[in-house]
C-alpha cells in the first residue's frame, strides 16, 4: 500500500504541531516511518487521505466498541447539535446518562462526568485523599492512569522509597507521594503498605492492564489487594477507562468479582465524543462538591453532544450484552489463528487475551508485569506492525498497548487479518 499523501500531511502538520501529533503514540516512535492520516472510517474500516481502506485493531483506542461512525451515536449526535452544543447549565440528558450507567455497573450509587480518563483518574485520587485525610496513593509499574502529574512517576532508587518523576515538569514533591507496585504482585503492595503505615489513601489499578500490551491479574493479586485495602481503610480505585462497558455491562468489576471503592470510566463511555466520568457508593461522592468539600468542575463536563453519544452507546450495550461475549469469541478465533500463523514462523511470542482486549508480546518469557512486558523483542515487532500495516491491517503502533476489537469485524475481516500475518515476514 501507498502512504505518500499521509507522509506529505504529516510533513506539514510537524510545522505547526509539536511532533505533528496531539498524543505521542499516534507519531509512530516505537516502530518508525511516518503515520496514516485518516480521512473517514465506517463499521471496522478505517478509510486514509491516499485512499487505502484499513482494517482497525485500534477503535480510536478502544471507544467505538460497536465499530466506527455507529448510527445510533452519530444521529444522536446529529440531532443534539441542531439544539445547541453547549450552555454550562444542567440539562435532563446528564441525568439519563448518570442513571443507565450506574444502573448497569456495580457498586455505584453516583456518577460525575468530566471530559478525559485523564481528568477522571486526577479527580479520583483527590477524592479518595479528601476523604481519607491521606496523601499518598500506591500505582503499578506500567499501568496508565492519563497524564497527570501525580501518575507520571518511575520507581525511585528503593523500593519502599517514594517515586521519582518520569517527565520532566512532575516535581519531587508530587512524586513523593506516589508509590510504585509490581502488577500481579501482591507483596510488593504489602511492603509498602507497612512502611507508609495510615498514610496511604488509595490504591490505583487497572484491573485487566492494557497499557503495557493486555496482562491479566491473577485471582491472586487482584482479590489480595481488595482484603488489603478493607483492612488498612485504604480506597481502591478500579481504572475502568479501557475494561468499563467493554468487559462486560458492569466492566471488569462484574467479570472479576471485586468491588471497588471508586471506579473511573472513559473511552466507551463517549462513544466516541470526550467523556469520562468517576463514580463511587454515595459516602465518597457526596464529599465532592457542592454538596462536600473537595472541589471538581468543568466548563464543558456533561456536554449535550458527548451526553448524548454517550447515551446512544451504553443504550445500544444494555439493550444487548450478548454482544461482550461476541466479542470475546471473535478476540478468541483471532488469538487462535494468530498462534498459528506464529508457531509456523517459530520464532518466540506471548499472546495476551482478556475478553475482547488482545495483545502480542516476541518474547519467550511469559508476561504478567511491566518488567516481562519489557523483554519483548522491538525488531520483530517493528517488522510485525509495518507488515501488517502493509497489508492494511491496523495494529497498535507499540508493543505495550491493547488491541481492542469492535463488534463491526466480521469473521471474514479476523480471517483476513490471519491471512495478512501468515504472509508477513517477521
Ligand atoms: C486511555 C486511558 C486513560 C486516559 O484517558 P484519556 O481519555 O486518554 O485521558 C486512563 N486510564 C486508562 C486505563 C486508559 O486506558
Request: proline share 5%; hydrophobic share 40%; with cysteine.
Amino acid at each position: 500500500m501507498i502512504y505518500q499523501r499521509s507522509s506529505a500531511l504529516f510533513r506539514e502538520a510537524k510545522k505547526y504541531i509539536p511532533g505533528g501529533v496531539n498524543s505521542p503514540v499516534r507519531a509512530f516512535n516505537a516502530v518508525g516511518g511516518d503515520p496514516i492520516f485518516v480521512k473517514e472510517a465506517k463499521g471496522a474500516y478505517l478509510y486514509d487521505e491516499d485512499g487505502n481502506k484499513i482494517i482497525d485493531y485500534i477503535a480510536s483506542w478502544g471507544p467505538l466498541i460497536l465499530g466506527h461512525a455507529y448510527d445510533p451515536v452519530i444521529n444522536a449526535v446529529i440531532e443534539k447539535a441542531k439544539k445547541g452544543t453547549s450552555f454550562g447549565m444542567p440539562t435532563e440528558i446528564e441525568t439519563e446518562l448518570a442513571k443507565l450507567a450506574v444502573s448497569m455497573v456495580p457498586n455505584i450509587d453516583k456518577i460525575r462526568f468530566v471530559n478525559s480518563g485523564t481528568e477522571a483518574c486526577m479527580s479520583a485520587v483527590r477524592l479518595a485523599r479528601g476523604f481519607t485525610a491521606k496523601d499518598k496513593i500506591i500505582k503499578f509499574s506500567g499501568c496508565y492512569h492519563g497524564h497527570s502529574d501525580s501518575f507520571l512517576i518511575e520507581a525511585g532508587s528503593g523500593a519502599v522509597t517514594f517515586g521519582s518523576p518520569n517527565s520532566p515538569g512532575v516535581t519531587a514533591g508530587t512524586a513523593k507521594d506516589t508509590l510504585l507496585a509490581n502488577y500481579n504482585d501482591l507483596e510488593s503492595v504489602k511492603t509498602l503498605v507497612e512502611a507508609n503505615k495510615r498514610e496511604i489513601a488509595a490504591i490505583i489499578v487497572e484491573p485487566v492492564a492494557g497499557n503495557m500490551g493486555c496482562i491479566i491479574p491473577t485471582e491472586e493479586f487482584i482479590k489480595g489487594l481488595r482484603e488489603l485495602c478493607t483492612q488498612e481503610g485504604i480506597l481502591l480505585i478500579f481504572d475502568e477507562v479501557m475494561t468499563g462497558f467493554r468487559l462486560a455491562r458492569g466492566g471488569a468489576q462484574e467479570v472479576l468479582g471485586v468491588a471497588a471503592d471508586i471506579v473511573t470510566f472513559g473511552k466507551v463511555i463517549g462513544g466516541g465524543l470526550p467523556v469520562g466520568a468517576f463514580a463511587a457508593r454515595n459516602e465518597i461522592m457526596d464529599y465532592l462538591a457542592p454538596v462536600g468539600p473537595v472541589y471538581q468542575a468543568g466548563t464543558l463536563s456533561g456536554n449535550p453532544l458527548a451526553m448524548s453519544a454517550g447515551l446512544a452507546m451504553l443504550t445500544a450495550l444494555n439493550a444487548k450484552p450478548e454482544i461482550f461475549r461476541s466479542l470475546a469469541e471473535k478476540t478468541e478465533y483471532l488469538h487462535k489463528g494468530f498462534e498459528k500463523a506464529l508457531d509456523k514462523k517459530g520464532i518466540p511470542y506471548q499472546i495476551n487475551r482478556f475478553g475482547s482486549m488482545i495483545s502480542v508480546h516476541f518474547t519467550d518469557t511469559p508476561v504478567v508485569d511491566f518488567a516481562s512486558a519489557a523483554t519483548g523483542n522491538n525488531e520483530t515487532f517493528k517488522r510485525y506492525f509495518h507488515g501488517m500495516l502493509n497489508k492494511g491491517v491496523y495494529l497498535p503502533p507499540s508493543a505495550f498497548e491493547s488491541y481492542f476489537l469492535n463488534d463491526a469485524l466480521s469473521y471474514k475481516d479476523l480471517d483476513d487479518t490471519i491471512t495478512a500475518l501468515e504472509e508477513v515476514a517477521l
